[in-house]
């Protein structure tokens, strides 16, 4: 019986991006659920199989430390790793306290992510 694959959800406004980031992870075996705002992943459907949310800080609308901030009161255990073109370190400051698995500025080697997602889905604690 083969297993199914790894489910990542990616939150990213800007198409191109998301399409890029949804061919990295098909290519080393992950399956992607693709949102193009925080309130497009806030309604997804309920039988939802990501494992771990791939999240854009800079989102129109609900911001990414916005939607990480709602999914920890709502008490979701998903594993969150930021991304954001815009290197500010009270961003990044307010990521890590947040509890992300990574923040990662745009453009990122692909190893870091795919690291970075690994480390997420091995239940390895954020720090």
Do not use: W
Request: proline share 8%; charged share 25%.
């Amino acid at each position: 019986m083969e297993s199914r694959p790894q489910t990542v959800a990616v939150v990213e406004d800007d198409p191109s991006m998301r399409r890029s980031v949804r061919r990295l992870l098909n290519a080393y075996g992950f399956a992607v659920e693709e949102f193009p705002s925080a309130e497009a992943f806030l309604g997804r459907d309920p039988d939802s199989c990501a494992e771990c949310v791939v999240l854009d800080i800079h989102l129109p609308g609900m911001s990414g430390l916005e939607l990480r901030s709602r999914l920890t009161a709502a008490g979701s255990p998903l594993p969150v790793i930021f991304f954001t073109a815009i290197d500010d370190d009270a961003v990044r400051i307010a990521a890590l306290q947040l509890g992300c698995v990574a923040f990662l500025r745009k453009p990122f080697p692909a190893e870091l992510l795919i690291d970075a997602i690994i480390k997420a889905l091995s239940g390895v604690p954020s720090r």
